[in-house]
């Protein structure tokens, strides 16, 4: 089987590691990864502000890169969110694209059909929803069922692990204070699960919930569900 | 809308305040996570949910889609059981008719029921500056009145109080408007309900005129229903003898039967309740029984220009049950006055903007107070999707060429995105750089006041791709 990689605009900028592992994960099932190197953004930041004449470029430019795919994965929550509902507003083309894009755990237990992908990862992780996975896509237990499969690890339940972390893209620099005060909620209830890692399956969300944390000089760090599910035995994840 | 709200700061800055006013986060949250747990239960209750919720959207769609056939029709069932109907196309149009219907009886004073819409168009003030004193009844929005507060919410208006703050507000100011509070009065809920029981009593016996909303009107048949938990309502709907009714438009359906899928969503999405203590329906007037006079003003007040847009018509269907603003994580930090209207949290947020317009700083700001977390729409009772008309509005704010150095900005970024070596080569330049990259560069306030900026990475994706994978 052949996916294309959309890795977005924030993981090849700011996250590589998590663009890495799941090209690490994909492989190790068996997937051939290609990364069609015309991607960008699939345009989420303008459209949610407002702009969608701005969007218009993107989306062509996402459609283009990915359409011969049968399969698309995308180690974000958000962007597949984007891509599945408001892309059908864009013209047939960038309709037809969004049920071939996939959220990577959506893809490992939804397509593959897997929930054990032989990782070890030897910590306490407590798992963050986020709002695009939990409400936009809908992707239920799959997450944790990854996790709980990973050998070593000891997940912890999130109390409030429904409620919004207060990222919301540019909400969170539009609307700074409320925006900080529902992180800081959220990373208390992270830090009350004892956990090592809070882990997240969009990096935006944990960009914003990492600040915080750092500038708190809280405990705890942030990672990429990709990222767990990656470290092995042999090769077990390293800062 | 009302002039109090106008001159409101935008969002964020009134928001500022609320998230760092401990007392108010405390009330709200408590407030809302109560309800919002309950609210969980007795929908889970039902196993139709789902097609009842489908149900209401569509009875709401298809009133809307045939508003003008139904407001006739209403309007002639109204007339023939002995009403009197009178169309306001603004605030200023029903403030005037109301106040005319009330001097017309000779009367200085009227009994209030709850109510959204007169709230909406200031009608307390227009009374009160005609020398005609509104006495609101409904316990919350009595709390408001006598602290000379501003709702804060459409269900609960004073869920920014706490108990002591009403005990005390009870004993300071009751005696102002009326019956004094009880001596000791203590902050328990039994005894505040008490003293609200004697103050307001003296006021359903003697008032001759009530002003009431509706939460239903029924085309078919012309009647009016309220639904509500106190029985206050009630007692204004009956005892008087001339009753004024001011109802927005959108709040028609079509028959009867319509009533059997909102009674049953209703109470549930708003106090968690299978079904709530007190249902009042009238038709007309009736001999003998009730009001001898009854008059219905049906107020449009931006609502036709809202029916307009394909987008953001869809929250004419709303139904004021206040579960979007008890699940939403900014209304929970912000409080309803951030909102600058009687319409607060995410149904405020897409409503005021397109009753009021997006001219003004507040409704400007009002679509960007949200996070799109989504909480709103999945609690919805009638399946606004509330997200997508934000989003709607955004695009309304952004046309209007509000914000000039965010759209510069976005076009720029666009146009970065859309060429990929430049954006490469930018992201290999800040690379390179990230070592003698200050932690708050200039510009980056909004975020780095609360929160740190990632630490850039040794080289983008695309380049660890194209060593290792090509
Ligand atoms: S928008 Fe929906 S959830 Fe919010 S008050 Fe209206 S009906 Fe209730």
Known sequence: MRVALFVTCVNDAVYPSTGVATVRILERLGVEVDFPADQTCCGQPPYNTGYRRETEPLVRRTVRAFEEYAYVVTPSGSCAAMVRHHYASFGDRAAALAPRTYELSEFLVDVLGVTDVGAYFPYTVTYHPSCHGLRALGLGTGPRRLLDAVKGLDLRELPGAEECCG??????????????????????????????????????????????LRREGAPLRTLHLAEILASTEEEPWRE | ??????????????????????????NLRHATHTIRTKRARAVAELDDWDRLREAGRRIKDHTLRHLDTYLEQLEAAVTRAGGTVHWAADAAEANAIVTALVQATGEREVVKVKSMATQEIGL???????????YETDLAELIVQLGDDRPSHILVPAIHRNRGEIRDLFARTMADWGRPAPDGLTDTPADLAEAARLHLREKFLRAKVAVSGANFMVAETGTLVVLESEGNGRMCLTLPETLISVVGIEKTIPTWRDLEVFLQTLPRS??????????????????????????????????TDTLADEVGRQALRCIRCSACLNVCPVYERAGGHAYGSVYPGPIGAILSPQLRGTTSEIDASLPYASSLCGACYDVCPVAIDIPEVLVHLRERV??????????????????????????AAGERL???????????????????????????????????WRKNRT
């Open chain 1, 167 to 212: 990222f919301g893209g540019t909400f969170a620099v539009k609307n700074p204070d409320v925006s900080a005060a529902m992180g800081r909620d959220k990373v208390r209830h992270a830090l009350s699960t004892g956990a090592d890692v809070l882990c997240g399956a969009d990096n935006s969300c944990l960009m914003h919930l990492g600040g915080i």
């Open chain 2, 1 to 26: 809308m009302s002039d109090i709200f106008l001159g409101m700061p935008a969002f964020p800055r009134a928001a500022k305040a609320a998230v760092h006013n401990p007392t108010l986060r405390a």
């Open chain 2, 124 to 134: 307390n003030e227009a009374l009160e500056a005609a020398g005609i004193t509104a």
């Open chain 2, 270 to 303: 708003s106090t968690a309740e299978r079904m709530n203590p007190y249902t009042s329906m009238w038709t007309g007037t009736t001999d003998g029984d009730g009001p001898r006079a009854f008059h219905l003003v049906l107020l449009d007040n931006g609502r």
């Open chain 2, 398 to 423: 952004a046309d209007q060429g509000g914000h000039r150095l965010e759209q510069a900005a976005v076009k720029v970024a666009s146009w970065v995105l859309d060429h990929p070596a430049v954006l």
């Open chain 2, 430 to 464: 800040a690379a390179r750089t990230r070592r003698a990259h200050p932690a708050r560069p200039p510009g980056t306030k909004a975020w780095t006041e609360s929160r740190d900026l990632p630490e850039l990475p040794a080289e983008p994706f695309r380049d660890w």
